[in-house]
């Protein structure tokens, strides 16, 4: 068996939490809202939000080849499958990505990954999911669900610019670059030779409740979910799980939408948004 975005959602319309805090309260190893989101992800992906940590651990091997950390993007990948993203947040204003530019599509020889995530299966390229977790006062107040390539530009646009910056460095006079996955490092900056710069990119990108607002998504006061997908991507999902998703129609919203392209906005795609609210 496998799992995909429409499990997820699936799992999330038929059991719904909004505390997730409270649900996990018995988990001594939850130390922030952003784990707590995480394995809250996790769970809604494996269908073990009724299991103990053993079911879990078991669970979680059966669907995932990787779970990465907070450093070292992607925090989930499918097994044959999707890589995921999970972002906190507590506003809705844009998520910080820190040094890792958004992307279309994740490709196994990106610099940032780690060797676990490359060798995890064999893989060169997966379609990446961001999902966006708005939480306060221990309550998931919204979550989206966006697939990269209806979100970001191709990894071309963002390569252009750091790789920009990072050969105006080495215009710089007297001074000692070292290598690096970062935008820049200078060595010996002082007469001691004991000092030095790490210069980093501190990516960000617009919330999706901005960026999507004109093929107007849900939203509610309790708890909101939307999904935005290519009709591609939704084709290429099992058809039992189409239908299951389907089947929920009294619950669950699945509209064809026109959005624009990442990478040129005059052109518009065709994709389908998915929402539910409570």
């Known amino acids: 068996m496998k799992t995909n975005l429409l499990v997820a959602i699936k799992n999330i319309v038929e059991s719904p939490i909004s505390d997730i805090n409270s649900h996990y309260s018995s988990s001594n190893r939850m130390n922030n809202m952003g784990e707590t989101l995480e394995l809250y992800i996790k769970d809604v992906f494996c269908n073990s939000l009724a299991m103990d940590s053993n079911e879990k651990n078991m669970a979680f091997n059966k669907y995932f080849a990787y779970t990465g950390n907070q450093n070292n993007p992607p925090d989930i990948i499918i097994k044959n499958g999707d890589a995921i993203e999970v972002k906190k947040i507590e506003s809705n204003s844009g998520i910080a990505l820190n040094s890792s530019y958004p992307k279309d ?77 970062e935008l820049g490092r200078v060595n ?34 309790k708890f909101y979910l939307n999904a935005i997908l290519l009709n591609s991507k939704y084709n290429s999902f099992p058809e039992s799980d189409r239908k299951s998703l389907e089947n929920l129609h009294d619950k669950v919203s699945i509209k064809d939408v026109k959005i624009k392209s990442p990478n040129n906005p005059t052109k518009l795609l065709d994709a389908k948004l998915i929402s539910f609210n409570l």
Not at 190 to 212: A, C, H, Q, S
């Open 105 to 181: 599509k994740i490709y196994s020889d990106n610099p940032m990954l780690t060797k676990d995530c490359r060798e995890c299966e064999d893989w060169q390229e997966k379609d990446i999911l961001y999902i966006i977790g708005k939480v306060q006062e221990n309550n998931v107040k919204s979550l989206w669900f966006v697939y990269g390539d209806c979100y970001a530009a191709n990894k071309e646009t963002y390569e252009r610019v750091k790789n920009k910056i990072s050969s105006g460095l080495h215009e710089l006079p007297n001074i000692e670059l070292a290598e690096t996955n």
């Open 188 to 221: 010996r900056v002082d007469p001691l030779g004991i000092t030095y710069l790490r210069i980093r990119g501190m990516w960000g990108i617009e919330n999706p409740n901005k960026v999507f607002d004109y093929i107007n998504p849900i939203k509610s006061e």
